[in-house]
C-alpha cells in the first residue's frame, strides 16, 4: 500500500469535562474522539496506511503532534469565541498541503457541520467523508436552518461518501447523495475486551441478587433515552416479575434530569464508571434495554451487549438493515416498551449464540474493514 493516500480524521474539541477524560496535555488527551478511536482501529489493523487524527481546544496555544498507536495526533488552538471551533484556517492550510503532495482522505466525524460544505468546495481534489455520529438535520423553521438545508442540498452531491445511524437521517440523504455514496457505519465494538462472563460472578461483584431477572441500561440519566419509560415498566411488572433495571451512566447535575427518579426508583444505579469495568455490568444482566425514538444515534452500547453475549431489547430493530433476529427484540413504540420488556423477561434465554452471529457485522475488525473497503476504496486484509 505504498501509494495510499493519507488519511486524516477531524474529530471536533477536545474538552476537559468528563470523570473519565484524561488531563489536558497528557498524550491520552489527544485521543478523545470518536475520530481518534476509529483512526487507531484502522492503524492497528492496516499499519501501512497513514492515518492521523485532529482535534482543537480552546485553551491550547499552538499545533502539537504525538505519535503514538500507529497514528500521528495533531491538537490545533481554536480561538475563543469562535462561531465553529471544529475548524481552523491552520487546519485548512495544512490539508491543503497534503492534497498537493500526494492522494487525501478526510474523514469528517460530523455531518449536520459547515464545515462539511465547506471542505467538499475548498478541497476538491481530496475526498471528503462525513460520519454521522447522532446530529439532526437543519429544520427549515428559521432563516439559519433554511440558509443551512440549502448548504447541504448544494454541497452535499460532492461527498465521497456519508454514514448514517438512523432510518430518519437516511431518508434525509437519500434526497441530497446517490445512494451508492451512502452507508450504515456505527463505530463498532471491542468483541475481544467484551467477553461472555458468569453472571453469578459479576453479581456477586457489584452486590446484585443472584436470582432475580434485570435489565441493563447503560447513559445518562436523561428523557432524551427514555429512561422515564423505564422507571415506569419496572413499577407495572414489579407484580408479576422478579425484575429491575440496572441503571449504570448517571450523574447528579442538571443534563441528567431523571437522576433522582432512578435514584428514588428502588433499582440498582451506578454514576459514571470506568470503561474497564463496564464488562462487569454486561455479564450480571439478563440483557440490555435502549430505546431510541428521541435522538438521531446508534448507541455503541448495543454492540458493546452483543459482544458480552446479552440481547438487546431496542427499537433499532425496527429499521437495521441486517437480519437480527439472533440478537434480541424489538420495542414497536415508546407505549410498547413495557410489554415489549415482558416478552424479553420471559425469552433472553433463547438469544445464547447473538455474539458469534453478530460479530461480522459489529465487531471492530469488521467495520475497519468497511470504511477501508467500501468507503475509502482501499484493498481490504483478504480480498
Not at 463505530?187 to 453469578?200: I, V
Not at 422507571?231 to 433522582?260: K, P, T
Not at 428514588?264 to 450480571?284: D, E, I, K, Y
Not at 439472533?326 to 424479553?344: I, N, Q, Y
Request: charged share 25%; hydrophobic share 40%.
Amino acid at each position: 500500500m505504498a501509494s495510499s493516500p493519507r488519511i486524516v480524521h477531524i474529530g471536533g474539541v477536545h474538552e476537559e469535562d468528563h470523570p473519565n477524560h484524561p488531563p489536558r496535555g497528557s498524550e491520552d488527551y489527544y485521543f478523545l474522539t470518536w475520530g481518534s478511536l476509529i483512526a487507531r482501529r484502522i492503524a492497528e489493523r492496516y499499519p501501512s496506511l497513514e492515518v492521523e487524527t485532529w482535534g482543537t481546544d480552546r485553551e491550547w496555544r499552538e499545533p502539537t503532534a504525538i505519535r503514538k498507536h500507529g497514528v500521528t495526533a495533531m491538537l490545533f488552538p481554536t480561538r475563543r469565541p469562535r462561531p465553529n471551533p471544529f475548524l481552523t484556517q491552520a487546519m485548512v492550510d495544512r490539508l491543503r498541503q497534503y492534497a498537493a503532495e500526494s492522494g487525501l482522505i478526510v474523514h469528517l466525524h460530523c455531518l449536520h457541520n459547515p464545515v462539511v460544505a465547506y471542505l467538499s468546495w475548498a478541497l476538491p481534489q481530496a475526498k471528503i467523508i462525513a460520519q454521522h455520529h447522532g446530529d439532526f438535520p437543519p429544520r427549515c423553521t428559521s432563516a439559519r436552518g433554511l440558509a443551512r438545508s440549502v448548504i447541504e442540498r448544494l454541497s452535499f452531491h460532492r461527498l465521497s461518501a456519508a454514514t448514517y445511524l438512523t432510518a430518519r437521517e437516511r431518508d434525509y440523504l437519500r434526497r441530497l447523495i446517490p445512494e451508492k455514496k451512502l452507508h450504515f457505519l456505527v463505530a463498532g465494538a471491542d468483541y475481544e475486551f467484551f467477553q461472555p462472563l458468569s453472571k453469578e460472578e459479576c453479581r456477586r461483584a457489584l452486590g446484585l441478587d443472584l436470582s432475580r431477572k434485570y435489565g441493563l441500561y447503560v447513559g445518562k440519566f436523561y428523557r432524551l433515552k427514555a429512561v422515564d419509560r423505564m422507571i415506569e415498566a419496572c413499577r407495572a411488572l414489579a407484580g408479576r416479575h422478579d425484575f429491575q433495571m440496572v441503571f449504570v451512566g448517571g450523574e447528579d447535575n442538571a443534563e441528567n434530569d431523571l437522576f433522582d427518579a432512578v435514584v428514588s426508583s428502588g433499582c440498582p444505579n451506578f454514576r459514571t464508571q470506568p470503561w474497564s469495568r463496564m464488562p462487569l455490568f454486561f455479564g450480571a444482566c439478563d440483557f440490555l434495554a435502549h430505546l431510541g425514538f428521541r435522538y438521531n444515534g446508534f448507541d455503541t452500547v448495543c454492540l458493546e451487549s452483543l459482544a458480552a453475549n446479552r440481547p438487546v431489547l431496542t427499537s433499532y430493530f425496527n429499521w437495521l438493515p441486517y437480519d437480527w433476529r439472533d440478537w434480541g427484540l424489538p420495542v414497536r413504540s415508546e407505549d410498547d416498551f413495557t410489554a415489549a420488556c415482558e416478552r424479553m423477561i420471559g425469552r433472553f434465554g433463547s438469544f445464547e449464540h447473538c455474539r458469534e452471529t453478530s460479530a461480522r457485522f459489529a465487531s471492530k475488525q469488521a467495520i475497519v474493514d468497511r470504511i477501508v473497503g467500501e468507503i475509502y476504496g482501499l484493498p481490504v486484509q483478504g480480498a
